[in-house]
Nanobody
Framework: QGQLVESGGGSVQAGGSLRLSCAAS????????MGWFRQAPGKEREFVST????????YYADDVKGRFTISRDNAKDTVYLQMNSLKPEDTAVYYC????????????????WGQGTQVTVSS
């Protein structure tokens, strides 16, 4: 048993930046793809980004492409999400999760989830 712990959320003005971290504690993630999801008030949780286990491949939802960058440091068992040019529409609770395999956009393919970190972007 183990857990994923997100950090780095906060409140920023539109156009600002935040860097989220997802640290694995007692959980093996080095050979797993990892993903970020988010859930805004009144909406379903949605895919944001994912990164392959090696870090060689990354994928993004269309509405964050070019603004967000996912990365990982396997030596530190940590995954990051650099968020630039933030918009009010990015306001949500952001979750990281461990990918079991298969279609990376399918939430059912992720087996461990963090508790989330709040990101609030004001206009």
């Amino acid at each position: 048993q183990g857990q994923l712990v997100e950090s780095g959320g906060g409140s920023v003005q539109a156009g600002g930046s935040l860097r989220l971290s997802c640290a694995a504690s007692g959980l093996f993630i080095r050979t797993h793809g990892m993903g970020w999801f988010r859930q805004a008030p009144g909406k379903e949780r949605e895919f944001v980004s994912t990164i392959s286990w090696s870090g060689d491949y990354t994928y993004y939802a269309d509405d964050v492409k070019g603004r967000f960058t996912i990365s990982r440091d396997n030596a530190k068992d940590t995954v990051y999400l650099q968020m630039n040019s933030l918009k009010p529409e990015d306001t949500a609770v952001y979750y990281c999760a461990r990918l079991m395999g298969g279609f990376y956009r399918d939430q059912n393919r992720y087996d461990y989830w963090g508790q989330g970190t709040q990101v609030t972007v004001s206009s």
